[in-house]
């Protein structure tokens, strides 16, 4: 089946400090990943649609200059997180839509600010 | 926009026992999907429902689509200490995938 790989799956930063997430379609063409967010025990909410080729669409109240989304191939999307703060400790997960129904989604990246 | 409201919010049954979800919307739906996520993993997409009073099972798992289109259901017979995780219903909706609050499942050996 298709599947989406998603490094890294956990990354400690300081705060202040970078951090890239990369997503990847092993054997399919994403021309569209999303982009989500989960916080301990809740929903996932979607941060962003990321688009080949063009500008990503960003969801109300999420920041474009802090979540910087980069799609440069039919296979790679990239979230980074610019000046990461504690807040912005999460579970990131990104994920595609597969044929006419169903997405498939990575395995999530945990990612800890201190 | 749209919200699908998911209930209950935790379950917690004996193993053996049986387990049901509940999704509703206020507004009709274009269709619903399922997904299930273990503790510390991703969501795995079950099953899409798109037709008015569809039902479909997977083994032990029966979904449902309300004949107005505006709930569905996830139940499931008999659990077993591997039907642990939150099950999560979702709409597609024009450009993107909205999710319900999920249903959190945990089980007594």
């Known amino acids: 089946g298709a599947v989406v790989s998603q490094h890294p799956s956990r990354v400690i930063c300081k705060s202040g400090t970078s951090v890239k997430i990369e997503c990847r379609s092993l054997d399919f063409q994403a021309t569209t990943m999303f982009w989500y967010r989960q916080f301990p025990k809740k929903s996932l909410m979607l941060m962003a649609t990321?688009?080949?080729?063009?500008?990503?669409?960003?969801e109300q109240g999420v920041e474009k200059d802090k979540f910087l989304i980069n799609h440069a191939s039919l296979t790679l999307s990239t979230l980074t997180v610019t000046s990461a703060h504690p807040e912005d400790s999460s579970f990131y997960i990104c994920?595609?839509?597969?044929?006419?129904?169903?997405?498939?989604f990575g395995s999530g990246t945990r990612l800890t600010v201190v | 926009g749209q919200q699908v409201m998911q209930i209950p919010q935790y379950q917690h049954v004996q193993e053996g026992e049986d387990f049901t979800t509940y999704c509703n919307s206020s507004t009709t739906l274009s269709n619903i999907q399922w997904y299930k996520q273990r503790p510390g993993g991703h969501p795995v997409f079950l099953i899409q429902l798109v037709k008015s009073g569809e039902v479909k099972k997977q083994k032990r798992l029966t979904f449902q689509f309300g004949e107005a289109k505006k709930n569905s259901s996830l139940h499931i017979t008999a659990t077993q200490t591997t039907d642990v995780g939150t099950y999560f219903c979702?709409?597609?909706?024009?450009?993107?995938?909205?999710f319900g609050q999920g249903t959190r499942l945990t089980i007594n050996p």
């Open positions: 979702a709409e597609q909706g024009a450009q993107k995938l909205v």
């Open positions: 990321s688009n080949e080729g063009s500008k990503a669409t960003y």
């Open positions: 994920s595609a839509r597969v044929g006419a129904q169903g997405y498939t």
